[in-house]
């Protein structure tokens, strides 16, 4: 268990107490949600003070990704996949979680509690990162080192925060500071406002936080400066700003990572934090400690499980001829619904070397939740670059192919041809994403940014023009009164 896991555990609490926050978050009941307001005046007045603040930041991305049900459902690794060419819903039958369903078959309802879990769990942790880096500037500190880092760790998980609701509903409410009573009530920004925020805030804990590897094994879980140039070349490429990608890209490949030898030890215990891992949640099996329930969602019915994000026969014929990477991503389990194809990367035992908890329920996992590898950072820069500079891009896709083959033969996953170029490049590149990312919560997302949904999501009730966001949670609007307008066709 890492430091960040027991602060977290001691902080959460506290934070309950002293903090007005989305009701949903200590409470099962919906309230009318404030976008926060401290009510101890007198809290933020020490250097210790200032990392609990700090915890609470995290806390939040726990429990998206925890076993919170509905938010967990809500993030990508779940409902970035459901509804694609790669996976369906699965589940017991076909009508198994009615959200998820929706998702599926792109018939939402505008009450749908992810959307809801979505949408409140990520703007509270909004709402602790804008305390942090309203007050912390005001806590005299000896080490201004560290102050600098505290407000640049929050910045990078406010960033965070925030591209996971411009990528869901589209323009949200920008909220930059803890509000008056009087203004809780704020309209939508538009997209590009949020991007700007969200590159800003990126470019802070570029600029003011170190490297992982420069720390020891507690800055494990923390954002660091690969996180924050890795996600910045995420949000950029989001944007089709392919041209700003590449320094960022370099300034990434000058630290200490490298891709680990074996594809298949990535997503097991050992491959916790390998050298090719920049971003993680963390999470382990304890009683007191909020484990992930995302495994729990993907494991078979016969295991525990929930049985959903089954594999399609599409993606399994993506692979090429004896890619590793097909037992590594998929195993199948004969099931009485669904295609069979389960996800390995965040299953456990006997399908992976995680445990069944057995603690806590079957919610409460170990499995980490790997957000941002530098395989992903490697297929970006190569996609960024391809039509200006296809020699290095070709040399990036085949060092991602190169570690897929291991120690098979040249002959499987052999290099791309160094004749390739425009067109021809972008699908190799693309089918790429689509092998050593699947299962990780970027097909969706890969579709819509580049423009292939319409022609590969229509059949399956995808509808161009609204389907690209999700609509606005239906209490959200109802509590603002008008001033927040609903999503197109919804």
């Known amino acids: ?25 200590c409470d099962d009941e919906l309230e009318p949600q404030n976008f926060g307001e401290p009510v101890s005046e007198d809290f933020y007045t020490t250097p210790q003070q200032a990392e609990q603040a700090l915890i609470s930041v995290y806390s939040s991305l726990r429990v998206l990704y925890g076993s919170n049900f509905w938010g967990t459902m809500g993030t990508d690794i779940i409902f970035g996949e459901i509804g694609t060419d790669d996976f369906i819903k699965g589940g017991r039958t076909a009508s198994n979680n009615a959200p998820l369903l929706e998702r599926e078959t792109y018939a939402y309802t505008t009450s749908s509690p992810i959307f809801e879990e ?70 939508r920004a538009s997209s590009e406002a949020i991007y700007k925020l969200i590159e800003s805030d990126l470019q802070f804990a570029i600029d003011n936080l170190p490297s992982r590897f420069d720390r020891g094994v507690d800055f494990q879980g923390r954002a660091d400066k690969g996180a924050a140039l890795a996600l910045m070349m995420r949000v950029l490429l989001y944007q089709n700003k392919n041209d700003q990608i590449r320094s960022f890209g370099d300034q990434l490949f000058a630290l200490n990572y490298s891709l680990t030898p074996d594809y298949s030890t990535i997503f097991q215990p050992e491959g916790e934090w390998n050298s090719g891992s920049i971003f993680e949640v963390n999470f382990v099996t304890d009683a007191n400690i909020l484990g992930t329930g995302i495994p729990r969602r993907v494991n078979p019915n016969n295991n525990r499980g929930g049985g959903f994000v089954q594999a399609t026969e599409d993606l399994r014929n993506e692979y090429e001829p004896n890619d590793p990477r097909l037992d590594a991503t998929l195993f199948f389990n004969d099931s009485p619904f669904g295609t069979d194809w389960y996800v390995r990367k965040y299953a456990w035992e006997p399908f992976t070397n995680y445990p069944k908890p057995d603690i806590g329920g079957n919610n409460n996992s170990a499995n980490n939740i790997r957000l941002i590898r530098l395989a992903d950072a490697y297929l970006m820069y190569a996609e960024a670059i391809h039509a200006t500079d296809p020699t290095m891009a070709i040399e990036f896709v085949n060092k991602v192919r190169r570690r897929a083959r291991g120690t098979e033969a040249n002959t499987v996953l052999p290099d791309l041809s160094p004749s390739l170029n425009g067109q021809n490049l972008l699908e190799a590149i693309w089918h790429e994403r689509r092998v050593e990312l699947a299962g990780e919560g970027f097909r969706f997302h890969d579709l819509i940014r580049t423009n292939r949904a319409e022609s590969i999501l229509t059949p399956l009730g995808f509808v161009k023009g609204t389907n690209e966001v999700v609509p ?13 307008e609903q999503n197109f066709g919804y």
Do not use: H
Request: hydrophobic share 45%; glycine share 4%.
């Open 472 to 484: 606005l949670p239906a209490t959200q609007v109802t509590l603002s009164k008008g001033v927040l």
């Open 1 to 25: 268990m890492t430091t960040l896991n027991k602060n977290i555990k001691r902080v959460k609490y506290y934070l309950c107490v002293i903090l007005v926050v989305f009701a949903s978050s």
């Open 118 to 187: 979505l949408w409140s769990l990520n703007y509270e942790g909004i709402l602790f990162a804008n305390l942090v880096l309203t007050n912390v500037p005001n806590i005299e500190f000896e080490d201004t080192d560290r102050q600098q880092e505290i407000l640049a760790e929050a910045s990078f998980l406010r960033a965070l925060y925030y591209f996971d609701l411009v990528n869901s509903f589209g323009g949200v409410p920008l909220v930059t500071k803890p509000l008056e009573i009087s203004d809780f009530n704020q309209p």
